[in-house]
């Protein structure tokens, strides 16, 4: 797999996107014979359910553990470290990863009883978690989703998961950014599998999540996190520490120049979807809603749209006279309307293409034409 491409995959057998995702990058010739240890690292900043878009599902967990033995790989380690505040021992056994890593018979590592190392990161002097030190290949299993003091969270900031709780305090105190960019100096992240499946709106321990049901692969962690920012409405460049860690040489911000790579796309190269099912929104999302009139409209597409309204409504763009009024979805295929969002809506006055559009191109689609 090359730095550039992005491999997207939707739908809700998460288990088996998140094979096919980790089979066309072809992982398993990436580790090869050199690694002694495999560790898969996913989110569990808090004790709770992967519903609320906090935590990272245990089906990618299962579904990672599941290739690496079909191909071969029995060194595998499961790590993590929860939030300060929270309890590693508790989250993993909320969030059914415990009985994933009993299942395949692999031992889960908790970071915050981990013993820790001082590493030089880029000039900057931190403390690691030695088991994370001790990983050959490391596969991160990142949430996609927003965090109420560095805008988003993804690949780079799940890293901060490996150093002890003591680090992370320190981190609080030195404005999380520069650390975080510094922190991914050290530890490698050799291949990142995203759950994108329903990411919290805007705070890292859930409660507002967002519908997607996509499952991203990545080789660069700085790609990653340039596209979950535009995935959520945001330019890559105005999150510092995603600004911070290309300048640090960890990665590339160049989404423009990435190749996504749909795989389970139709023979128009449109992703082959069905519409969502109907979802309990919570109270904040459900007025977001009320601006779009969905159609048989797919994850992606619907939950890209929510994300860009939040950023309107941030922006106090939001007219309420406007509720209803912005079509999605396969439903309008060959119809015609006044606006509409992503290529279903091919026909009408005004269109936003992409198979999703992105996020951050929707906001600035409906500045200026809503």
Known sequence: MDRKEIFVIQGNQYKEMAMQVLEAARVAEDIGDRCRCVGLKPNLVVARDASGGATTHPELVDGALTYLKNHGFNHLVVLEGSWVGDRTSEAVIASGIDAVC????????DTQKDRFRECDGAGMKLKVCEKALAVDYLINIPVLKGHCQTIITCALKNSKGLIPDSEKRRFHTMGLHKPIAHL???IHQDFVLVDNICGDLDFEEGGNPVVMNRVLGFKDPVLCDSYAAESMGYRPEDIDYIRFAAELGVGSM????AKVIPLNAGSDGQMDKKPIKPVKNTRRVARLAEYASPKDACSACYGSLIYALDRLGEAGLLNPKKKGT??????YRGRSGDIGIGQCTSCFKKSLGGCPPKAVDIAEFLKENW
């Not at 009993?102 to 590592?109: D, I, L, Y």
């Not at 160049?254 to 120049?257: F, L, P, Q, R, V």
């Open 184 to 186: 991914n100096t050290i």
């Open 102 to 109: 009993k299942k395949h018979g692999v031992p889960f590592a």
């Open 254 to 257: 160049d989404t423009a120049s």
């Open 326 to 331: 912005l079509a999605i979805g396969q439903g």
